[in-house]
């Protein structure tokens, strides 16, 4: 690869002038990444550490990354702030972590009845969605793009059954974004906590339940040591989609190239963390009920009916705080259509005959 300058006169004149443009030390650029997850946390944070590291490695070393888990710099959920604010550079993060500056933010993570990931990285990158994105973001000093996945979620972990819609009512359920506000119309008291703070929670009693992300990922979180019950299939978060979000002004102040590898970073761990959770899913199912005794359920249709007719009311609610949120809300669901319907009749009819065949549950 050819090695290019990164640094230039007028790159100095614009990190003299703007504290939010590249930071420049002996002719690299510093770049400080604050997450939304502890270090080395397992599923999350790890991929997390990966793709910082990377920008750092496919620059060799001409951008110099430092990365501040959670906590080790600002909180989880003030990383948005601190970037937007120029004091950090960039974010890595659910965005639908910021859906109170913003519903439309949601979309950029999942959203209930959504698009799984692949069907969301398809409408991001080939459907409008990217763009929409950056008129969001834009409005709040920001850039974002894509850099990770986790696939379909489930439904969460609980500490009674759920035979009904009653059943969720009273409940204190840790459940973020527009999942969160449907469970809430179901009589769940809902609320949103960093990652490294939901298992002391859980235990306590302070919630009953909880939504992660899937086996992979919950297996670490030892959840299974104060709530048995485990729902597989869950409508909260069928993709879980990850954002890299940038200081406006430091994005600006790249070149054409040192943006092409940061994105060509994120690309990379885009594909890979939720190629991460599939290859390793049913490994962790297996023990969480093997090892520990978990309890596989799942939502009976009465329940899913619930959630559907709760859904619809939060998505016209969305579409009503702006034009904005509209649009993105009018996007997403049109390319759903499109991309869903077709996967039913190609890829969805394929495994379900498949599984069928096979005898696999």
């Keep these: 690869m050819e090695r290019r300058k990164f640094l230039t006169g007028a790159a100095v004149a614009g990190a003299a002038t703007s504290l939010a443009a590249p930071s420049v030390a002996q002719g690299k650029i510093e770049m400080a990444i604050v ?3 502890p270090r080395d946390f397992p599923g999350l944070g790890l991929p997390a550490q990966r793709m910082a590291a990377r920008i750092q490695e496919l620059t060799e070393g001409e951008i110099q990354v430092t990365y501040f888990a959670a906590g080790e710099k600002v909180g989880a959920f003030d990383s948005f702030d601190e970037v937007a604010a120029g004091n950090s550079d960039a974010y890595i993060a659910a965005e639908y972590y910021w859906g109170g500056k913003h519903p439309a933010y949601n979309y950029f993570t999942s959203v209930p009845f959504g698009m799984t990931t692949p069907e969301w990285n398809a409408w991001v990158k080939f459907g409008g969605g990217q763009e929409l994105w950056d008129e969001l973001a834009a409005g709040f000093n920001l850039k974002a793009v894509s850099c990770g996945g986790t696939g379909a979620q489930c439904g969460g972990w609980f ?22 506000t449907v469970m809430s119309k179901l009589g769940v008291s809902t609320v949103s906590l960093p ?41 909260h978060e069928p993709g879980g989609g990850l954002g890299f979000g940038m200081n406006l002004d430091f994005w600006n102040g790249l070149t054409d190239h040192e943006k092409a590898v940061i994105t060509a970073a994120c690309n990379e761990e885009n594909a890979a963390q939720p190629e991460e959770a599939m290859a390793n899913n049913g490994t962790y199912l297996r023990k969480l009920v093997d090892d520990h005794g978990t309890q596989l359920r799942a939502f009976n249709d009465d ?59």
């Design 35 to 37: 997450a939304t997850w």
């Design 303 to 361: 329940v899913w009916d619930a959630f559907g007719d709760a859904a619809a009311e939060v998505f016209d609610e969305t579409r009503q705080h702006s034009d904005l949120a509209a649009r993105v809300n009018d996007s997403y669901q049109s390319a759903l259509r499109d991309i869903g319907g077709f996967r039913a009749i190609a890829e969805i009819e394929f495994s379900q005959q498949r599984n069928r065949v096979l005898g696999l549950t």
């Design 159 to 180: 500490n009674k059954e759920i035979n009904s819609p009653e059943d969720l009512q009273g409940l204190k359920m840790r459940i973020p974004g527009l999942g969160g």
């Design 195 to 235: 990652g490294g703070q939901i298992y002391e929670n859980l235990v306590s009693g302070s919630v009953d339940a909880t939504e992660w992300v899937g086996p992979y990922n919950d297996y670490f979180m030892k959840f299974y040591e104060a709530a048995k019950y485990y729902y597989t299939g869950g409508m």
